[in-house]
């Protein structure tokens, strides 16, 4: 009975340092992606910040208030811009960009989704969710590979088949830290200036301005929020690895400690028989 036992334990230790060699080469893995995509994240943000400056300057000096990227109307349908990871195994970290919009809280057929990465389209697929435009990767993600995807949005909006677009996507706080975050891409929203404002001119005029512009700055504000979601996704998997690792090492751990006390329950045993079988000799 304890040479059965300690059998099923001993395959059972080598099935954990199996998985545990497994989980280990993951970590190092995300390590080495988690470098190149922060280099990627921290490149693409000064661009979005300037252009963001911009069109925020010129909502909030109220030179575009009649085109039709400012104005507000009634949400009948919004369309969610969802960007998840491209595999699984990186703890909550897809499942939080999920759970960071009440799904639930919408009637059926209010709302499409536009998704990046293979995880977010399977999600919404099982959902039956409609899906006008995908990307199935995030990985390796260029300026160029948004574009179609911020043409549907455009072509969308202005035909008001949209009244709102969201993008859902996973801010790099720090290794530690990664945090879902919702952003309204349309309509724009102006910003209260503090202080004095200064004077601002458009040419050749506001909405000529936005139209030509609209396309390249929702293709750039896409592909950084992508470079940020994947960076945060290789964290994600970087701390989630590190933690199935550890986990294995303390199983290992009380595995052997378990192998240990049946092979001396086993050898208790014996010495009893030996000396049971000395003393009826």
């Not at 801010?171 to 724009?188: A, C, D, E, G, I």
């Amino acid at each position: 009975m304890a040479g059965a036992s300690m059998k099923d334990i001993k395959l059972r230790i080598k099935s954990v340092q199996s998985t545990m060699q497994i989980t280990k080469a993951m970590q190092l893995v995300a390590s080495s992606k988690l470098r190149g995509a922060r280099n990627r994240m921290e490149a693409s943000r000064p661009y979005m910040e300037i252009a963001q400056r911009a069109m925020k300057d010129i909502v909030s000096h109220n030179l575009a208030e009649d085109s039709i990227y400012a104005q507000r109307r009634e949400v009948r349908h919004r369309l969610y811009v969802v960007i998840a990871g491209d595999r699984g195994l990186a703890g909550s970290y897809n499942a939080n960009v999920y759970k960071s919009i009440d799904w639930d809280g919408m009637p059926e057929g209010s709302y499409s989704v536009i998704t990046i990465g293979r995880k977010a389209r399977d999600f919404f697929q099982r959902r039956k969710v409609e899906m006008p435009a995908q990307i199935e990767r995030v990985e390796n993600l260029s300026v160029e590979d948004c574009e179609p995807l911020a043409g549907e949005i455009l072509r969308g909006f202005e035909a008001g088949e949209y009244d709102e677009v969201v993008l859902c996507y996973t801010t790099f706080r720090s290794v530690l830290t990664q945090t879902p975050v919702l952003r309204n891409l349309l309509p724009l929203e102006p910003v209260q200036a503090e202080g004095r404002q200064r004077q601002m001119l458009c040419e050749p005029g506001a909405e000529a301005l936005l139209r030509q512009f609209m396309p390249q700055y929702l293709s750039g504000v896409i592909y950084s929020a992508a470079c940020d979601a994947f960076a945060s996704e290789q964290a994600a998997r970087r701390v989630a690895m590190d933690s199935a690792t550890k986990n294995a090492g303390e199983m290992i751990e009380d595995l052997n400690l378990r192998y240990n006390r049946a092979r001396q329950s086993s050898i208790t045993q014996e010495l009893t028989e030996i000396v049971a079988g000395a003393e009826h000799s």
